[in-house]
């Protein structure tokens, strides 16, 4: 138990770490990333007006039958980037929420690049 403990501190410590540098703003939001074992998330964030601009996972009913692996993260990314242009963002912040930026994150991150959104 004292493993799992130390591990969640250790994931917490990264994670506070980062949002201590990043933050989003109107013009340019965070783009926020969770991923479970089974599900994987993300929401656009206006933290100035603590407003979610939009958001994506795979428990939404579009995305009902995506899987967390690398190529779905990527539809998913392509998806939330859709969802940004129409709403005329273009730029943001992206938050790898305390995640290794490889696998699942990176193509998630990759995907959002591949509809047209900078960061």
Do not use: W
Request: proline share 1%; aromatic share 8%.
């Amino acid at each position: 138990m004292n493993a799992l403990k130390s591990k969640i501190k250790r994931h917490e410590k990264r994670k506070n770490h980062i949002r201590l540098s990043i933050s989003g703003t109107a013009s340019r939001p965070r783009i926020s990333v969770f991923r479970s074992n089974l599900h994987f998330y993300a929401q656009v964030i206006d933290d100035e007006n603590g407003v979610t601009l939009c958001s994506i996972s795979t428990v939404q009913k579009e995305y009902k039958g995506l899987r967390n692996n690398k190529e779905n993260a990527e539809k998913l990314g392509e998806a939330l980037g859709k969802q940004m242009l129409d709403k005329k963002i273009s730029s943001a912040v992206f938050d790898r929420n305390g995640y290794l930026y490889h696998g699942i994150v990176k193509a998630f991150a990759d995907g959002v690049r591949k509809a047209g959104v900078n960061f």
